[in-house]
């Protein structure tokens, strides 16, 4: 068995068969938890459930699924909170909400309880990774209303880690505080990793003779990819760990130190997961990919059953080498389910983008312009070349995306510094107004 560091080696162990009884333990608490919950109550009214019948996660398939679209809309019509809350007003603490950066924003409350579940979530992604109450971790985040923010740094001070903000500071102060607090773990987005790594190389600071040795990365796809995890690690000299989460849900994925055996873990001890057909709802056979469905076991206050994120994954239950029984999903998560593009008759993702461009070191930075030409998707591709770097980018890239994908894209060069760079989600790939008929681009 490969070593690994546990958070709760016993939950996490279970024989999966018993992990399967307290999951339905945790279920039926739950919903007689939430039974105030006007929101659910309606849903399992209208789907003619009553919520004392659901005894097993297989009684769960009756259940209507929860959209995250269902949620904003339940907000809108019931401003502020919609009628989401189990409990009184009075019982919640903690105030959050999404980036709103498709639509109106998420709000969410938590209480006392729920924020625990919370914190029992980002202990196992310490854990998974490797962090100790000995490390000094690093958050370069902007913090503002987002949760994940807030809970990985409550997270920390409750591993019993010492905790450092980077809220209001720029990204080469950052890198200053760092170096000076002698910081070992740094959490942020897998795309601020690798910015940071670009301000340094410009400053000329050694980033890999620092303290850091783990880095802990969540927001977006990324840190799973093989290209941008081997970019991320050798630009820090850290071992680089992806997870997964979700406001409304929680942390529901931790890493472990077997992960180059094949993905991050589902907690399971804290989450039911279902992997389904997108398009029908009916489940996915094991090592199909499908949509992930979770519910959230132990964040009553505002509770989510049978929550479809929208994120594609792979999942499967075989052991991994670090001794865990939960299911892990193999890749992380591979995208988004309404991201597909279609490019001249080939199905692409964008972390399958980000992969290809992560694995040349001639490009620091890039976007894509998605655009229609002659009724099919197109894709301009704007590239910033890495500093020092006497070989043609572009046709390394053109080649790149023939070898690996059998496709031609429109590439540009940009002058450095021109793209914009992300310190929470990125935004790289934008959809433009059309290509007028017969313009010919990329024959």
Aim: hydrophobic residues 40%; glycine residues 10%; aromatic residues 8%.
């Amino acid at each position: 068995m490969i070593h690994s560091h546990f958070y709760n080696k016993e939950l996490e162990t279970l024989d999966r068969g018993r992990l399967r009884e307290l999951q339905n333990e945790k279920l039926v608490a739950l919903l007689r938890a939430i039974g105030a919950n006007k929101f659910y109550e309606e849903r399992f009214r209208a789907a003619g459930i009553r919520r004392e019948d659901v005894l097993s996660v297989e009684d769960m398939q009756a259940l209507p699924f929860t959209r995250k679209s269902d949620l904003i809309a339940e907000q809108e019509a019931h401003p502020p909170f919609g009628r989401l809350l189990s409990f009184p007003l009075s019982e919640y603490l903690y105030f959050h909400q999404t980036s709103g950066t498709t639509g109106r924003p998420l709000i969410w409350l938590d209480t006392r309880e729920s924020w625990d579940t919370w914190l029992r979530c980002w202990g196992y992604v310490y854990r998974g990774a490797g962090v100790t109450e000995h490390d000094v971790i690093y958050f370069a985040f902007s913090f503002g209303p987002y949760v994940s923010h807030w809970a990985a740094i409550d997270g920390a001070r409750r591993l019993g880690a010492l905790g450092i903000s980077g809220a209001g500071l720029k990204s080469e102060q950052r890198l200053r505080a760092i170096l000076e607090n002698n910081c070992t773990v740094l959490v942020c987005t897998p795309t601020y990793a690798l910015h940071l790594v670009e301000v340094a190389r410009r400053h000329g600071i050694d980033l890999r003779s620092s303290a850091v040795r783990i880095s802990i990365h969540a927001g977006e796809p990324g840190a799973s990819l093989p290209n941008v995890k081997r970019a991320i690690e050798e630009g820090w000299g850290a071992a680089c760990n992806d997870h997964a989460g979700a406001t409304e849900v929680g942390a529901w994925a931790f890493p472990c130190t077997a992960a180059d055996a094949g993905g991050i873990h589902l907690n399971e001890a804290e989450f039911l997961f279902e992997v389904i057909d997108p398009l029908t709802g009916h489940a996915a056979p094991e090592g199909e990919r499908g949509e992930l469905v979770v519910t959230s076991l132990g964040r009553a206050g505002m509770p989510v059953v049978r929550y479809r994120t929208g994120d594609l994954v792979e999942g499967t239950t075989e052991r991994c080498p670090c001794g865990r029984t939960h299911a892990r999903i193999l890749g992380g998560v591979l995208g988004r389910a309404d991201d597909m593009l279609i490019v001249r008759g080939v199905n692409l993702y964008p972390s399958a983008i980000d992969n290809l461009i992560r694995s040349l070191p001639h490009v620091v930075e890039y976007e894509v312009e998605i655009r229609r030409l002659d009724g099919m998707d197109d894709l301009l591709v704007k590239i910033e070349r890495a500093e020092g770097l006497t070989e043609d980018p572009v046709a390394a890239l053109s080649n790149a995306f023939r070898s690996q994908f059998n496709i031609r894209v429109t590439i540009e060069e940009v002058s450095r510094g021109s793209l914009p760079r992300y310190e929470f989600k990125a935004r790289r790939f934008k959809r433009v107004a059309d290509l007028p008929q017969g313009s010919g681009a990329n024959k």
